[in-house]
Nanobody
Framework: QVQFVESGGGVVQPGGSLRLSCAASGFTFSNYGMRWYRQAPGKERELVATISSGGGSTSYVDSVKGRFTISRDNAKNTMYQQMNNLKPEDTAVYYC???????WGQGTQVTVSS
């Protein structure tokens, strides 16, 4: 059974940092590209970042370039997202998952507020 569990969200002041984790199970993690999405209140889900199966290729939405870093540890079946210089507009529920597998986690809340 494919499963994703996000963690690491919380409340942080503008300019602060958080590191999200995504623990995967139920499939061969190293064979699949992965994604982080986010959904803010009243808005559609937005693709934030992608990473290839081996981790050598990444992409980001323009609004987070230079601030967010996606990475993965295939030995630990875990994906990460380091988020620096957070802004109030980054406030959202962050989800991880695989488009190919069509499966996503339950999300972790990130709130950026002074």
């Amino acid at each position: 059974q494919v499963q994703f569990v996000e963690s690491g969200g919380g409340v942080v002041q503008p300019g602060g940092s958080l590191r999200l984790s995504c623990a995967a199970s139920g499939f061969t993690f190293s064979n699949y590209g992965m994604r982080w999405y986010r959904q803010a209140p009243g808005k559609e889900r937005e693709l934030v970042a992608t990473i290839s199966s081996g981790g050598g290729s990444t992409s980001y939405v323009d609004s987070v370039k230079g601030r967010f870093t996606i990475s993965r540890d295939n030995a630990k079946n875990t994906m990460y997202q380091q988020m620096n210089n957070l802004k109030p507009e980054d406030t959202a529920v962050y989800y991880c998952g695989s488009l190919t597998l069509g499966s996503w986690g339950q999300g972790t809340q990130v709130t950026v507020s002074s």
